[in-house]
Structure formats: C-alpha cells, structure tokens
C-alpha cells in the first residue's frame, strides 16, 4: 500500500532514500515489493541459471530497478541487451530485452500482467510471469495478447516448462 508521504515523489527523491522494506515507485508513489517466499527465491534462482545458460552471466540480472519515466518498478528478473547498458545512478535507464515477474502468494497473475503493460510502454519486447506454487507461466509480447505458455516460454529463447518448474 503506498504511503501519503511519497504522493508526488520524483525519481531522484526515490533514488536519495533507502527503503525497508525494498519498494517499487508506481504513480508518483512507493509501493512495497511483496515479501518472497522460499518457493519464490527457488524460481528466481532456477531461471537466473538457466537464462545465463542461454545469454551469459554478464546479460541476466536479479532485482535491477528500471527507470520507466517517472517511474521505478523492480522486476524479478531481467536479461539485457548489452552487457553495458545505459544506466542512470545505477538504475537500468533502457528497454530490457525481456522482464520477468515471479508472482509471490500475496499477487495475482493478473497484476503481474499489468505490469508488463508499463514495461512494454517503456519498448520491453517480451516479458514472462511465472507463478511457482500453480506452475504456470504466461507469455507477453509487445503489440499481443498475453497467453498462456504451453510446453516452454519462448521470446529470444526457449525455455521448457519441465526446466521452469523442475522439482
């Protein structure tokens, strides 16, 4: 839930602050990331090796903060483009190539989604929500509809759904 003290907050505000818990900036103001859980930490570490399996260690990074215009969100994950990207006070300040939300107990896949609207505003060409306890992902392309994965996540590689959510 955002407090009032952030309504309006700008991104250099944002920046100049430290925040515990970790919280995202949405509509002028700071919203916590919801707190993760084991099965959580378990996915984002399981797609973390496998996508620098396909791109290199230097190209996928855990909880980097995007800075979407006047905005901050934290995806759980995100593979680069480059790995030197423009960066503003150590802040992704360019489209990823893909951004991935890990949906904790607390979200719906559906707020996720949403979510993936703001990146691919921002010219994110792909973005995956994954949600460890269903075992579902879905898949969301710029200009398309998001659907449901069946068999793999694909984008600029493929990831099998037996990788995802191997036991």
Known sequence: MPTEL????????YLDRNYEPECELLDGETRPKPFGTGKHSKMQRRLLRLLEAVFGEGRVEFELSVRIG??????DL???NTQNPRMYRDVLDEPPLLCIEVVSPSQRPEEMLAKCIRYHDFGVPFCWVVDPVAKRAWEYRRNAQP?????????QCTLPLSDV???
């Open 70 to 75: 006047d905005e901050v969100p934290i995806p």
């Open 165 to 167: 959510f191997a036991d």
């Open 147 to 155: 659907r449901e994965a069946t068999g793999a996540l694909t984008g």
């Open 6 to 13: 952030t309504a309006g907050m700008s991104v250099d505000e």
């Open 78 to 80: 995100v593979v680069l």
